[in-house]
């Protein structure tokens, strides 16, 4: 949800940061795989019930997210870095549930599973409609620096990462934590079925009635019955 809004203006910051590391031996995706292990890190750090160090590894994962991107868009986005970032933040944003999991198993478990329930509906239709997106050229002016169509909604990555930082902050109510956020994301998930599938609809409409120009042949065919019509009228009145 807030994700539009907060996107340019962190843009200054780490354009700033990406241009210190803006170096040959240093590249966007060997940004985005330093950062995802970092992020890997939560996960024993969780288990182990570390949740500062746990809070301080998803902290640095999200800022090398970041500047991944900025140093991506400096040098020239690629449709191989947009799959390897994208495939990585899910990733991530899966195990750290799983993390809180481990840490209470008794406590945790149904919620934390209903969490991750939650993040495959917002996932499968925010990547879903982005591999159709691009089929139909669709704009995205909102999220015009992504290298693929970003379909948003209540819940994205800032409100995402929120939820990350208070469960670590206050352990003890990652359950009701993560009920709640679950069904807002289910609320993202119907939105965005709902939001895709018209707009997908939409777009086909338009490129079926723009690609339904009659043929050559067509207006061939309308004048040659056109003749024919007029022929038998004509010996039609001299029969008469």
């Known amino acids: 949800m807030f994700d539009s809004y907060l996107h340019p203006r962190m843009k200054p910051a780490l354009n700033r940061l990406v241009g210190v590391l803006d170096k040959p ?124 169509y970003y379909l948003g909604g209540l819940t994205e990555g800032t409100e995402t990462i929120a939820l990350f930082v208070l469960a670590c902050l206050l352990p003890n109510a990652f359950v009701w934590l993560a009920w709640i956020f679950g069904g807002l994301c289910w609320m993202t998930t119907l939105t965005r079925v709902w939001s895709g599938y018209q707009t997908l609809k939409k777009a086909a409409g338009q490129a079926g009635t723009a690609g339904r120009e009659p043929r050559p042949e067509y207006f061939n065919y309308r004048l040659l019955q056109e003749r024919e019509t007029t022929r038998r009228e004509r010996n039609l009145k001299r029969d008469e």
């Open 25 to 148: 031996t240093v590249t966007p995706d060997g940004l985005t795989l330093f950062g995802f292990g970092i992020g890997v890190l939560a996960l024993p750090f969780l288990a182990l019930q570390w949740y500062g160090a746990a809070l301080v590894a998803i902290l640095l994962n999200r800022l090398f997210d970041g500047l991944d991107g900025a140093l991506a868009r400096r040098r020239g986005l690629t449709d191989a870095g947009g799959f390897l970032d994208i495939a990585l933040d899910f990733l991530f944003y899966a195990l750290v549930p799983f993390g809180f999991i481990l840490a209470d198993p008794a406590q945790n478990a149904v919620a934390g599973g209903w969490l991750l329930f939650a993040f495959i509906g917002t996932g499968s239709s925010f990547l879903a409609f982005a591999a159709v997106a691009q089929k139909h050229k669709l704009d995205n002016p909102g999220y015009a620096h992504k290298s693929f």
